[in-house]
């Protein structure tokens, strides 16, 4: 007979991770003009959308969904380059659900019914267990730990949170529980946050990961798409009718957060904001960061382009290729330009007599002579020639120019 240690053991392989992908991501501005908030560059190599792909991968999820919707295809296009190495023959699936109408007339009208219109493919595979997942936030988290709690509770759904300051609590789904992190309450995004109790800075919210059992989800779902005036949000209407009904338990994200030795705290980032962008991508290049990239046991998986290596070029007075607390990908050449704290994405061109402070530069930009950038988010194809940002500017978008963003001080 089985312990019970051993049945907790490989929940995971009875397990499908479904990532909702489909969001517009428009607080990020120009950035998400032209692809979805899940497809935007992240830490020099990757896409925002790889974190919730790798941590299902290294926790040992083999059955992986993503519903995409809005701005799909550079998206799609990085999730058949980057992740079609899982094999149907080793018992694994990989399977991109566009917005197809399969319900005559309806794209996805909200995060449940994303799921809901893909519950014949879902049931196809016979999964035991779902892990449904954001595909918009950084961190790094083993999901098996999220899955043990969620079988030995008997809860009927678990739901990934982590403390918030409270200021910036109104873009979360925040709850209350009690002492045996039961949820008690759950208010989707409210305007006037609850605080955690004898912590009025701090609210407890939700990561937007939920764990259920899969025949209690399509249950949940089935029941949902019958209710009239239901938006089919997880959020506004599933979350709250199980609180209400049934019994729903938070997983705390200390319990599963995947840390390295240099790594010095938890890290999660909703990086919905260009300002909050920015910073993530800045603090990368800390000596310590709080995420670690060269972590190499939860490696962050992405479709690796075959580039040169990075390149520093020219060294005279005032034209020196060099880089200070700055991290560089493959395929750049700096070529007597000054970098400090600045993040360069794969091919991005810095020419002479430039200096980056702060600077993200996404792939395949280039920076013109004389350039002088600070505290900035260039995106990807954009050419620069002698572009002062010392001055507070934002949506700056002259003729043949890609958008510049100022960071707010």
Known sequence: MLSKDMKLRGLARLSMAFVLAGGRGSRLEELTDKRAKPAVYFGGKSRIIDFALSNAL????????????????????????GWNFLRPERNESFDVLPASQRIPGNWYAGTADAVYQNLDIIEGYGPEYMVILAGDHVYKMDYELMLQQHVESEADVTIGCVEVARSEASGFGIMD??????????????????????????????????????????????????????????????????????????????????????????????????????????DLTDIVPGLDLYHREWPIWTYAEITPPAKFVHNEHGRRGMAVSSSVSGGCIVSGAYLHQSLLFTGVRVNSYSQLE?????????????????????DSGGKFRKVWSWEPIRNWTPSGFVALKRVSA
């Open 358 to 378: 702060g600077a993200v530069v996404l792939p395949y930009a280039q920076i013109g002579r004389s350039s002088r950038l600070s505290n900035v988010v260039i």
């Open 58 to 81: 290294n926790s040992g999820i083999r059955r992986i969904g993503v519903a995409t919707q809005f701005m799909a295809h550079s998206l799609i296009r990085h999730l058949h380059r």
């Open 177 to 282: 529980v009690d002492a045996g992190d039961r949820i008690t309450r759950f208010i989707e995004k409210p305007k006037d946050p609850p605080s955690i109790p004898g912590r009025p800075n701090v609210s407890l919210a939700s990561m937007g990961i939920y764990v259920f059992k899969t025949k209690f989800l399509f249950d949940q779902l089935r029941r949902d798409a019958a209710a009239p005036g239901s938006s089919r949000d997880f959020g506004k209407d599933i979350i709250p009718f199980i609180v209400k009904n049934g019994k729903a338990v938070a997983h705390r994200f200390t319990k599963s957060c995947v840390r390295s030795g240099a790594e010095p705290q938890i890290y999660w980032r909703d990086v919905g904001t260009v300002d909050a962008y920015w910073e993530a991508n800045i």
